[in-house]
């Protein structure tokens, strides 16, 4: 026969099953968390396809899939940060069989940055790093005959530094030396080590992130490279983090350098390895965009998102991309289908 618990081990026992209970409720709560109320927007925020204000300074990102392409716009000025997937595939991968964006890219500098001439000048281009995803559509742009570029910011490819299965499946090479050539042809600038000095465009103030790489050991992803941009008008901050990740503790490094701010695009399109909490907690972004779709690859980083920072998050591909238009208080008004 078996002899009873004593009172103590049934307390004992008690508070260990109420322990347990307490720390899978966050789980719980967290996975229990409705779809809607993920994405759903706040009372305070507007998106609408009103007509927008003349001379506006505002940032467009533009609907390009799992990828990159924004058009800064400030007082007169245009600058190009990527310029999203191409439809290049150069080695013939069946894994690079996709859909590119380069045609819709120039045709939309063509029909909200063209001058009365119908000539296209960027003050700028900047690549945040050599993936396809993000400058295979540069050389299309580029070498248009009716676009003209400043300068351009791009980081040397440095192959020797970067992990094998990039080397031999990604076509990260091939896009860097597309967008070279394409800017050395029409003689542009390139600043492969770009200072942290901030500099104007327009009414933004413009400081770019990770421009000098950091020394490693070890072969790294090209996602450790990735430049982020800082841009800035009447205490207004939004950062875009191109790729930013934290794989190499880039994140955990750059967060205090960047601060507060008031809207992220979510680097690396919300996948894992991203968006760490340290990172979400120090930047605090009121607004996030997300150049993606709900998967089941983003939504535990969208689900972290919404734990953290409470913020309103947008998704280019729902709304059919983004515009954010900093008012002259620093107020953002957003606006989606931008590609009608």
Not at 192 to 217: M, R
Request: overall charge negative; some cysteine; glycine content about 6%.
């Amino acid at each position: 026969m078996k002899k009873p618990l004593s009172k103590k081990t049934k307390i004992i026992l008690a508070v260990l099953l109420v322990l347990v209970i307490a720390a899978l409720i966050p789980v719980s709560v967290l996975v229990l968390i409705p779809e809607w109320k993920l994405y759903s927007r706040r009372a305070d925020i507007t998106v609408s396809d009103a007509a927008l204000s003349n001379g506006s300074d505002r940032i467009h990102f533009l609907n390009t899939g799992h990828s990159d392409a924004f058009l800064l716009e400030s007082d007169g000025h245009f600058a190009l940060i990527d310029a999203a997937e191409d439809t290049d595939n150069p080695r013939g991968f069946d894994a690079l069989e996709l859909d590119g964006y380069e045609d819709l890219v120039l045709d939309y500098l063509k029909t909200h940055a063209s001058s009365a001439d119908g000539r296209v000048h960027l003050d700028f281009v900047l690549g945040t790093h050599s993936h396809s995803d993000h400058i295979g559509g540069f050389d299309t742009v580029i070498a248009d005959s009716d676009v003209d570029v400043g300068r351009a910011y791009l980081k040397v490819y440095d192959s020797k530094k970067i992990r094998d299965k990039e080397i031999v499946q990604w076509d990260n090479q091939e896009v860097y030396d597309q967008m070279v050539n394409a800017l050395t042809a029409k003689n542009v600038p390139i600043e492969t080590a770009p200072s942290t000095e901030p500099f104007t465009l327009g009414n933004f103030t413009i400081t770019i992130f990770n421009g000098i790489d950091e020394p490693t050991d070890g072969k790294v992803g090209e996602n450790d490279q990735s430049m982020g941009v800082l841009v800035e008008k009447d205490g207004t901050r939004v950062f875009l983090a191109g790729d930013i990740d934290d794989k190499s503790g880039d994140e955990a490094r750059l967060a205090a350098q960047i601060g507060d701010i008031n809207l992220l695009k979510v680097g690396h399109h919300a996948y894992p390895l991203s968006s760490t909490e340290n990172w979400l907690r120090t930047l605090s972004p009121e607004y996030c965009v997300v150049t993606n779709a709900k998967s089941e690859k983003t939504n535990p980083i969208l689900r972290r998102i919404a734990r953290i920072t409470h913020s309103t998050v947008l998704l280019t591909t729902a709304e059919d991309g983004v515009l954010a238009e900093i008012g002259s208080s620093g107020q953002i008004t957003f606006y989606n289908s931008i590609h009608d």
